[in-house]
């Protein structure tokens, strides 16, 4: 992935694949699943810019996972890998499974 960089406030995501057995153990077959919205941040852009012209840094990060809108982004093939695109603004959270922080947010 090191020979693409995306620009602007641009974020580059692979998607983390879904369950394929259902709660009661019912196995999907492809046809059937939905595309996941999960996906983890494989590379960022460097920001956008304000009217000020002020580069604002982007708020994920490589490595963080993240949901995103089930629409969202342009598919891509980069190195032979599926990727997909999307700007910053098509991501709705960053998923934390850090221990205690939902003790954190309790508080």
Same mark, same amino acid.
């Given at each position: 992935?090191?020979?693409?960089?995306?620009?602007?406030?641009?974020?580059?995501?692979?998607?983390?694949?879904?369950?394929?057995?259902?709660?009661?153990?019912?196995?999907?077959?492809?046809?059937?699943?939905?595309?996941?919205?999960?996906?983890?941040?494989?590379?960022?852009?460097?920001?956008?810019?304000?009217? #000020?012209? #002020?580069?604002?840094?982007? #708020?994920?990060?490589?490595?963080?996972?993240?949901?995103?809108?089930?629409?969202?982004?342009?598919?891509?093939?980069?190195?032979?890998?599926?990727?997909?695109?999307?700007?910053?603004?098509?991501?709705?959270?960053?998923?934390?499974?850090?221990?205690?922080?939902?003790?954190? #947010?309790?508080?």
């Amino acid at each position: 992935m090191s020979n693409f960089r995306p620009l602007h406030d641009r974020v580059v995501l692979r998607r983390i694949d879904a369950e394929e057995k259902s709660a009661g153990g019912i196995i999907i077959p492809d046809t059937a699943k939905e595309k996941p919205t999960e996906a983890e941040v494989v590379a960022v852009g460097p920001g956008a810019r304000d009217e #000020q012209g #002020q580069l604002t840094p982007l #708020q994920v990060a490589p490595g963080d996972r993240v949901l995103f809108g089930k629409w969202s982004g342009t598919e891509v093939k980069i190195s032979g890998e599926d990727l997909l695109i999307v700007k910053e603004s098509d991501i709705l959270g960053i998923v934390t499974n850090a221990p205690g922080a939902a003790a954190k #947010q309790a508080a």
